[in-house]
């Protein structure tokens, strides 16, 4: 198949994945409007949203709430729930290879990330203290995405391993202990010896120290970078295995 | 010109069991061919090999000319979802766009919509359509890219008799117009109305393959009906059943038959002659113990 055609067929794919996804606004509002009515309720009503570097951390913080919402979320119920449907087995009959339909959910759930974070944005700009310069505006994004990587591949490892029961369980036991415990709520300062050593080896908190970093500039702890790639290669290696091996159940 | 879909030795286990056991079969262009067999016997299965959703255990299989799990072989392939399959959210009319998206030279959808009677729906979410509207969009959607080669599974299934006989002279027009179907049924009527030619398949092998008639041929032309408290010895009678007083008999001479039974002086009544139809060659050919009748024959056009 040709590149412009591959192309043309996962816009089409993306394009239909997002319609399906937004038709049931519920399950797409919560998803988007948590982390911007946190921090509308939490944190714009504090005292420390006037301090810049306080409310640039607390938005970074949700904002690294909102890419593991959208990850679980789309990739991990949303793959596992389409492997449930004979639709996707009908899409394999049609003269379309798997990597438009692969490529079509991954900009389906970015769409979805930055759907989430406008508006979060938005009420830090306008109602916070938060400043991003626009030289760190690159940077963020990048510390984004980085962060997102180990959610990412745990939520493809999730999806392709197992039943939409399953799935559904797994991402909501697993959404508000990260988060909480990744210091995604509450600054991990305030965190008693013995959690923030247990952070400190979490993706969660790895993820939200790099985008504090990128975004306000503090320093950045020694492991963060350690933990993160450790993260990566692990949640990597389970959606590799997992989406093979759903392949292989299916192509037996 | 060779077949647009073939199947070589093809044999297709699912651990223990052997869904498809050595089956051979060719899909000549412009034909109409009625797959047959009672469930479980391994028609969905070959149908999955040809639409590339599953690979052969051994054997080949190929479609227009290579292999099926190749993207580029299905472009000139129709292929029909299943209809409890269908995104519950989106409409109608998005379900064709984007089914034809995949397609170079795809049916206008307000076109397909209108041929198979689902104009004015195009709005509609498929969660919101009746059984039969389902079924007829799942249809509609394997002919949008303009096939070569349809595979239609169960396609009316669910449908009442006006929604099937505008659904069969669909595909009978797409058949006029040269296009190739490979279609499975329950129906034996549907296959009687629509194939040319017909393979039985039972429990992973095909019992039988040739054109309707001569499917038809290997059991006795004729069955007569009776009801008699006993029958005498009668000659030229092939098969039979009973039923308490009801006998069915299959015989290749039904006249000489009848006068058997009038000169016997038997007293029968509610004598009934007809032509064996495919049912009666497809029970013959699936009933147990009857391996031993399997035919094939070479059909072409």
Redesign the interface.
Known sequence: MTAPNTARLTGLHARYQFTETIRVPIAVIGTMLFPSLSLLFFVVPQPFANDPAAATTATAQLAVFAVMSVCLFNYGVGVAEDRALPWDSYLRTLPVGPSPRLTGRLVNGLAFIVLGLVPLVLIAWMLTAATLPPSRLALTIGALLTAGLPLFAGGISIGYSMSTKAALAVANSLLLPLAFAGGLFLPPETFPGWLNAISMCLPTRAGRDLVVTASTGVGLPGSTLLVLAGWIAITGSLAVWAYRRDEGRRFR | MGPLACTVQATRS?GPVVALDGVSLDVPAGQLLGLLGPNGAGKTTLLQLL?????PTSGTVQLFGGDPRD?????R?G????D????P??RVK?VVD??A???DHPVPTGELLEQFGLAGLERR?TGGLSGGQKRRLVVAVAFV?RPDLVLLDEPTTGLDVEARHALWDAVRVYHQGGGTVVLTSHYLEEVEALAERVVVIDRGRVRADGTLAEVRSLVPARRVRLRAPGLPELTGVERSNRDGDRHELWTADSDALVRQLVTSGVTFRDLEVARASLEDAFLALTSPGSQTRTITKETGR
Do not use: I
């Not at chain 2, 639409?51 to 690979?55: D, E, F, I, T």
């Not at chain 2, 993207?71 to 472009?75: G, I, L, P, S």
């Open positions: 699912y639409a590339g959703l599953r690979r993207a580029r072989r299905r472009c392939l292929c029909t979802p299943q409890t399959g269908l995104p959210t989106l998005e984007f089914v998206g995949h397609f979410q890219g």
